[in-house]
């Protein structure tokens, strides 16, 4: 019996309150409430469940998979060639790369430290509108 999008969300969930996921997630609650009643989850929401809960994307919106990450990894390593493997320490270096870029624009931008931080504080802005 094939699961449904909605099953396997409950499945990842667990016995956890939407306040409880909403808290995990960085999402309103009201918000996890509605998915979890029905409403279309918005992709920014399924990749947040999945990096929280060590889910497997591919796995929560297909049911094709292992569930959890780790199985994911585990299974995509012995599948894979060295040189594929090379190619996605190289895409994973690239990706971190340009995040730190990120990170490092968004500090030394002058607008983005307040004025009642001292220097040696860290800044985190997000960008995602919730």
Same mark, same amino acid.
């Given at each position: =019996?094939? +699961? $449904? ?14 306040? /409880? ?14 998915? +979890? ?22 796995? +929560? ?15 995509? =390593? ?9 190619? $996605? +320490?190289?895409?994973?270096? /690239? ?5 730190? /870029?990120?990170?490092? $624009? ?11 931080? $001292? ?12």
């Amino acid at each position: =019996m094939k +699961l $449904s999008l909605r099953d396997r969300l409950y499945l990842v969930v667990g016995r956890r309150s939407p306040r /409880e996921v909403a808290e995990l997630t960085g999402w309103s609650g009201e918000t996890v409430r509605r998915y +979890l009643t029905g409403h279309t989850p918005s992709t920014e929401f399924l990749a947040d469940l999945c990096r929280v809960t060590g889910t497997n994307a591919q796995w +929560l919106l297909s049911g094709k998979g292992p569930r959890g990450i780790d199985e994911a990894r585990a299974a995509s =390593m012995n599948n894979a060639e060295l040189a594929d493997l090379v190619v $996605s +320490l190289c895409d994973r270096i /690239e990706e971190l790369r340009r995040r730190v /870029e990120r990170l490092e $624009s968004a500090n030394a931008a002058p607008d983005a430290t307040p004025d009642n931080c $001292s220097d040696s504080e860290p800044v985190v802005v997000r960008s995602r509108r919730r």
